[in-house]
């Protein structure tokens, strides 16, 4: 590995001090160290010459040295400075020196390993406090607010963006619980169920309307994750509120203009559909359709628009889709309701964007009764002028020139004139265009094709307002091919028109709303494709749109969470909402995100594809880790020499006898008398691992009624052994207490957080004694100071301590998070946060009595609730002799002693043994003799393969092989391997318990 360079300033006058340093500078370890030297002899040197200074070492000589320590020291600001002095009696800095330097070094004492130690320890120093700067102005300056309360929702922090959000600020807000924004918008049904969540130690999110100060009303996307220590405890909540108020105005106008358009189809008299211009397939039908044709909505959706023409009317059908220009399309066609009667309609499409695609949007006017009428009236012009002004749609016939010859009575109301006199005033080319542009590509597309079909124009109104209109039309020619004029169909498709604006509006505010969003949303197709992403999504992952897109999503997701995203996909494509899940996406740089998904179904009628909505989390995780591993520290640090002092004691026994036993090999009295005392300090030493890992919850702890006084007991001997011994550990228990129903290893981290703060505090006290006392207490007398003591009896715990004590003004922020007296470094101010949240927690409640200089008593008390039902440790009655054998055991141990060991307990007995000293031999041995060997007895931890890997391909090819696994260490989340063909032996164990345990295995049935 590459050693780093650390550049030292040595400010000094004395040429023999630069040679000091020189000669002391150790160059070993991790760094190199580069010195310069600078004198201040004629005055205050220049520091900015030295920006890449890590650490300044000053040289002090007299009081005029110190005058221009202070000066140096407000240049280099909070710069690493160490000062060395001649000798140890030297003059310290004064004034702002003092609180400024951050070692000080005698030249006369200093060996390459102090100021080794010295400048790591000072550029350490530098780095943690700018580190923890950084921390809390990212807190602060975080845009969405930020709550920390207890686990009984007392509020302990706000940041300034909460106080934006809520009108409250900080001093107004901490010692209050959340219920000061409770706006009466959610029932109490409501809080119930989030705090069910959160108390069971899941994340909470929702949306919550809640009040600001100043009274109005404001919504907010609410996440609340609950901070546990390792036990599983809750000790406080963690709130991240974000005001959504503006986007929710957003939604809902959207909402209310998407109703309008629905309603406006929905409603409209007159059929409409929409369709598939590919497939021709019907997308979306009104009630007015289904009411005129026959066909229910299903039957509908079922079809194409070729179902409902004439067999003769499908090649005229096809020619014209061909021809279709993309913009209006119709005319007259015929149609056959469901019933098989043919009717005739003049119809309008338009293309549109229908759920992300392209569509057309069909209005039908149904003119069967017109053109029957019009058969009917052909021989007379009167009857002709009657079908002719009843026609729902507007038309006419103009001269070549433009001059309208014929118009009806619907075209002069479309236009809005009373009489068709006066639109025959008109000219069709100069009065009605209200652009020109409009008028000339009317003209040239008679004038080159001689018709014209669905064109769209907007004409003026005799009022001048604009009326846009739909028109087709050909030209009439004489025999003998001269143009006669031109005749027409138009519609009024304003309304039309107003509604795709509307929809198009509705769909253009939508894609600004994911545009905008912070969080990453995307679509999938059914099978996992990716359709669309937004800038967001490019702004966490890295990947631009244009490398996802078509890509599965499953790339770019952990492996191990892929069974996750899986599930919730599935879900979505059956047609719900998956509830929010966190797994890990790989961005671009290779790193990994948490991220907090939720995932949708994308439906068009029926689900096409996925939607998902992807927030990081990353930060917050890292945040909720650093909490938790303070929490563990503090109290493990405390417990490190006592357990090491504890286990040199076992092992100088175990030693020592061993030593007696080769001297006395022929005094059978000693030899047992070693032997029985090795057997008891190897008993401590297991009994010692035992407690170690429960408290670090590596074994499982069953939350199950308990007698008090023995876990009281049980914590006591264990403090005996590892605090130091002139401390003083008693207890006064009451032999009458009843069982309690309770979670024991969180009740031990209690007790032992006041157990350790207790030995704090009692370290330079002449008395150093704790003392532990249990009693019964009455419920009544308990209400007179809590009056929600409900219960008729409470458990009372106490630890009291001959320390110091603790003034009034600490003792009311003792419970306070992060609130702590120690110095830095000796405590995280979790401890008595996580007593206190332990207590409320087993609904009690929590007495501390202390004065300056008389030490403290802190008194828990618990409620006499009790469910279930002691378990005796001693009810199974053990057989006097090991039972013994002759099957052919296999045993796997790479461990030559213990193995050596196993075999002659094992062959002791009558049993056969095949020894092996990895996972690999192991195979090869059984492969030979797998007809033979009845049992496998193989270690967890073995070279080349372990032991479960050896199990499970061992029963590869003998399914229901018996096997022992041992091992010093099981985790209890794990699950066991096919029992009961599988049992576990612990380490360290005796001889008798193997025998008995592989008489077992090889007589279970």
């Given at each position: 590995?590459?050693?780093?360079?650390?550049?030292?300033?040595?400010?000094?006058?004395?040429?023999?001090?630069?040679?000091?340093?020189?000669?002391?500078?150790?160059?070993?370890?991790?760094?190199?160290?580069?010195?310069?030297?600078?004198?201040?002899?004629?005055?205050?040197?220049?520091?900015?010459?030295?920006?890449?200074?890590?650490?300044?070492?000053?040289?002090?000589?007299?009081?005029?040295?110190?005058?221009?320590?202070?000066?140096?020291?407000?240049?280099?600001?909070?710069?690493?400075?160490?000062?060395?002095?001649?000798?140890?009696?030297?003059?310290?800095?004064?004034?702002?020196?003092?609180?400024?330097?951050?070692?000080?070094?005698?030249?006369?004492?200093?060996?390459?390993?102090?100021?080794?130690?010295?400048?790591?320890?000072?550029?350490?120093?530098?780095?943690?406090?700018?580190?923890?700067?950084?921390q809390s102005v990212a807190l602060q300056s975080?845009?969405?607010?930020?709550?920390?309360?207890?686990?009984?929702?007392?509020?302990?922090?706000?940041?300034?963006?909460?106080?934006?959000?809520?009108?409250?600020?900080?001093?107004?807000?901490?010692?209050?619980?959340?219920?000061?924004?409770?706006?009466?918008?959610?029932?109490?049904?409501?809080?119930?169920?989030?705090?069910?969540?959160?108390?069971?130690?899941?994340?909470?999110?929702?949306?919550?309307?809640?009040?600001?100060?100043?009274?109005?009303?404001?919504?907010?996307?609410?996440?609340?994750?609950?901070?546990?220590?390792?036990?599983?405890?809750?000790?406080?909540?963690?709130?991240?509120?974000?005001?959504i108020t503006e986007r929710k105005k957003t939604e809902e106008a959207l909402r209310n203009n998407e109703v309008k358009y629905r309603?406006?189809?929905?409603?409209?008299?007159?059929?409409?559909?929409?369709?598939?211009?590919?497939?021709?397939?019907?997308?979306?039908?009104?009630?007015?359709?289904?009411?005129?044709?026959?066909?229910?909505?299903?039957?509908?959706?079922?079809?194409?628009?070729?179902?409902?023409?004439?067999?003769?009317?499908?090649?005229?059908?096809?020619?014209?889709?061909?021809?279709?220009?993309?913009?209006?399309?119709?005319?007259?066609?015929?149609?056959?309701?469901?019933?098989?009667?043919?009717?005739?309609?003049?119809?309008?499409?338009?293309?549109?964007?229908?759920?992300?695609?392209?569509?057309?949007?069909?209005?039908?006017?149904?003119?069967?009764?017109?053109?029957?009428?019009?058969?009917?009236?052909?021989?007379s012009e009167e009857k002709y002028r009657n079908l002719f002004d009843t026609l729902s749609v507007g038309v006419f016939e103009s001269t070549p020139d433009g001059r309208f010859k014929t118009v009806n009575s619907k075209l002069s109301t479309m236009l809005g004139y009373e009489t068709t006199e006066?639109?025959?005033?008109?000219?069709?080319?100069?009065?009605?265009?209200?652009?020109?542009?409009?008028?000339?590509?009317?003209?040239?597309?008679?004038?080159?094709?001689?018709?014209?079909?669905?064109?769209?124009?907007?004409?003026?109104?005799k009022d001048g307002s604009p009326v846009t209109v739909n028109v087709s039309g050909r030209k009439i020619v004489d025999s003998n091919g001269r143009i006669e004029g031109y005749a027409g169909i138009v519609i009024d498709v304003t309304d039309k028109k107003e509604t795709e604006q509307k929809l198009k509006e509705s769909e253009h505010r939508y894609s600004e709303l994911v545009k905008n969003a912070h969080d990453a949303i995307y679509t999938l197709s059914t099978d996992g494709l990716m359709t669309s992403v937004n800038p967001a999504f490019e702004l966490i992952t890295g990947w631009s749109a244009a490398e996802r897109m078509g890509r599965s999503f499953s790339d770019i997701i952990h492996p191990e969470d892929l069974a996750i995203l899986k599930k919730a996909s599935d879900q979505a494509i059956r047609g719900d909402t998956s509830p929010a899940f966190e797994i890990r996406i790989l961005r671009k740089d290779d790193q990994y995100l948490i991220v907090e998904f939720t995932v949708s179904p994308l439906r068009n009628g029926k689900v096409k594809g996925i939607l998902g909505i992807a927030r990081d989390v990353t930060e917050r995780k890292k945040l909720e880790e650093v909490v938790r591993r303070a929490q563990k520290m503090d109290s493990l640090g405390n417990l490190a020499s006592g357990i090491a002092h504890d286990f040199n004691n076992i092992l100088g026994i175990i030693l020592g006898h061993t030593y007696l036993i080769k001297k006395k090999i022929d005094n059978t009295s000693i030899v047992l008398e070693s032997l029985k005392d090795m057997t008891n300090a190897t008993n401590r030493g297991k009994a010692l691992v035992r407690q170690i890992l429960t408290f670090a919850r590596k074994t499982e702890v069953v939350t199950e009624p308990i007698m008090v006084n023995q876990l009281v007991k049980e914590l006591g001997d264990l403090l005996i052994k590892t605090f130091p011994r002139t401390i003083d550990v008693q207890w006064d228990l009451d032999p009458s207490l009843p069982v309690i129903t309770i979670d024991p290893e969180k009740m031990h981290q209690a007790l032992l957080n006041l157990a350790v703060n207790a030995k704090d505090a009692i370290k330079n006290s002449k008395e150093q004694k704790i003392l532990f006392k249990t009693e019964l207490v009455d419920g009544k007398s308990l209400r007179n100071r809590f009056v929600d003591a409900v219960h008729h009896s409470y458990i009372g715990v106490s630890v009291a301590d001959t320390g110091s004590g603790i003034d009034p003004a600490t003792k009311t922020k003792i419970f306070e998070p992060f609130f702590?007296?120690?110095?830095?470094?000796?405590?995280?101010?979790?401890?008595?946060?996580?007593?206190?949240?332990?207590?409320?927690?087993?609904?009690?409640?929590?007495?501390?009595?202390?004065?300056?200089?008389?030490?403290?008593?802190?008194?828990?008390?618990?409620?006499?609730?009790?469910?279930?039902?002691?378990?005796?440790?001693?009810?199974?009655?053990?057989?006097?002799?090991?039972?013994?054998?002759?099957?052919?055991?296999?045993?796997?141990?790479?461990?030559?002693?213990?193995?050596?060991?196993?075999?002659?307990?094992?062959?002791?007995?009558?049993?056969?043994?095949?020894?092996?000293?990895?996972?690999?031999?192991?195979?090869?041995?059984?492969?030979?003799?797998?007809?033979?060997?009845?049992?496998?007895?193989?270690?967890?931890?073995?070279?080349?393969?372990?032991?479960?890997?050896?199990?499970?391909?061992?029963?590869?090819?003998?399914?229901?092989?018996?096997?022992?696994?041992?091992?010093?260490?099981?985790?209890?989340?794990?699950?066991?391997?096919?029992?009961?063909?599988?049992?576990?032996?612990?380490?360290?164990?005796?001889?008798?318990?193997?025998?008995?345990?592989?008489?077992?295995?090889?007589?279970?049935?």
């Open positions: 590995m590459k050693k780093s360079t650390i550049n030292l300033l040595l400010i000094s006058n004395s040429l023999q001090a630069v040679e000091f340093v020189k000669k002391n500078l150790p160059q070993f370890g991790l760094e190199n160290f580069e010195l310069s030297h600078v004198e201040y002899a004629s005055g205050v040197p220049k520091l900015e010459e030295k920006a890449n200074v890590d650490v300044i070492l000053f040289h002090s000589e007299g009081r005029y040295g110190w005058n221009v320590c202070r000066e140096i020291l407000n240049l280099a600001g909070n710069k690493p400075f160490i000062v060395l002095t001649d000798d140890e009696k030297s003059e310290r800095p004064l004034g702002a020196a003092k609180s400024v330097v951050q070692d000080h070094l005698a030249m006369s004492d200093l060996t390459p390993d102090l100021l080794h130690r010295s400048i790591r320890y000072t550029i350490e120093r530098y780095r943690t406090i700018n580190d923890a700067a950084l975080s845009a969405n607010g930020i709550i920390i309360t207890t686990a009984a929702g007392i509020i302990t922090w706000v940041n300034p963006a909460f106080t934006t959000i809520t009108g409250y600020p900080a001093e107004e807000a901490v010692g209050k619980t959340p219920r000061i924004l409770k706006s009466g918008m959610q029932n109490q049904g409501f809080y119930a169920k989030l705090w069910e969540t959160i108390l069971s130690g899941n994340v909470w999110r929702g949306e919550v309307v809640n009040r600001h100060k100043e009274g109005h009303l404001y919504s907010e996307l609410l996440t609340i994750t609950p901070i546990k220590v390792d036990s599983g405890r809750i000790t406080h909540f963690v709130s991240f509120q974000q005001d309603e406006l189809f929905e409603c409209s008299p007159r059929p409409m559909w929409v369709y598939d211009p590919v497939s021709l397939a019907f997308l979306l039908v009104n009630d007015a359709a289904v009411e005129m044709y026959g066909y229910s909505k299903d039957e509908f959706h079922a079809m194409t628009i070729k179902d409902i023409r004439p067999p003769g009317d499908l090649p005229s059908l096809e020619a014209h889709l061909k021809k279709e220009n993309r913009k209006i399309m119709g005319g007259l066609w015929r149609h056959i309701k469901k019933n098989g009667e043919m009717i005739y309609v003049e119809i309008a499409s338009h293309p549109i964007q229908y759920q992300g695609k392209i569509a057309k949007m069909v209005l039908v006017n149904d003119l069967t009764d017109q053109m029957v009428l019009a058969g009917r009236l052909l021989e006066e639109v025959l005033q008109l000219d069709l080319w100069k009065n009605l265009y209200y652009n020109d542009n409009d008028r000339a590509k009317f003209i040239k597309k008679y004038e080159t094709t001689g018709e014209i079909e669905n064109v769209e124009a907007v004409w003026k109104k702590t007296t120690k110095e830095p470094g000796n405590g995280t101010g979790l401890g008595l946060a996580i007593v206190y949240g332990v207590v409320h927690g087993h609904q009690g409640f929590i007495d501390v009595e202390s004065e300056v200089g008389y030490g403290s008593v802190f008194k828990l008390y618990f409620p006499v609730i009790t469910r279930g039902r002691l378990l005796e440790e001693n009810n199974i009655v053990k057989k006097v002799k090991p039972p013994g054998g002759s099957e052919t055991i296999l045993v796997v141990e790479d461990d030559t002693t213990l193995r050596k060991l196993l075999e002659k307990i094992l062959t002791g007995e009558g049993y056969t043994v095949i020894h092996a000293k990895d996972g690999e031999e192991a195979i090869q041995l059984f492969r030979q003799n797998r007809n033979t060997i009845a049992l496998v007895i193989t270690d967890f931890g073995l070279p080349k393969k372990d032991g479960k890997t050896v199990i499970r391909e061992l029963r590869a090819i003998v399914p229901g092989l018996r096997c022992i696994l041992a091992s010093g260490y099981f985790d209890p989340s794990a699950s066991e391997e096919e029992a009961p063909y599988t049992d576990y032996l612990p380490k360290p164990y005796m001889p008798d318990e193997v025998l008995f345990k592989v008489r077992d295995m090889l007589d279970r049935k």
